[in-house]
Nanobody, 121 residues
């Protein structure tokens, strides 16, 4: 079983910055893609950004140029640096990872519990 734990959320003023972290732990053989999703009240969960083990990234149009995703493969950790935050970025942010777990190289897809990001003056 693979667990994901997010940290770094909170309240920030418009134009401010936050850095989210997500650490994966458990019986991990390898992690392919890690990413961040978010869900605002009364809206569907949407992709924010993803990053592969090789470092290829993908961003939602709404965050391009403001958010940067990175990862430390040795620590099984993914980060999301969020700059120039806007009120519309307010949401619960969820970490996601997929890969192979032990024993037996079983495919896993795990979600974190979610962390609140609020952008307000």
């Amino acid at each position: 079983q693979v667990q994901l734990v997010e940290s770094g959320g909170g309240l920030v003023q418009p134009g401010g910055s936050l850095r989210l972290s997500c650490a994966a732990s458990g019986s991990i053989y390898t992690i392919y893609t890690m990413g961040w999703y978010r869900q605002a009240p009364e809206k569907q969960r949407e992709l924010v950004a993803t990053i592969t083990s090789g470092g290829s990234t993908n961003y939602a149009d709404s965050v391009k140029g403001r958010f940067t995703i990175s990862r430390d493969n040795a620590k099984n950790t993914v980060y999301l640096q969020m700059n120039n935050l806007k009120p519309e970025d307010t949401a619960v942010y969820y970490c996601n990872a997929n890969g192979l777990s032990l024993p037996g190289s079983v495919i896993f897809r795990s979600w974190g519990q979610g962390i609140q990001v609020t952008v307000s003056s």
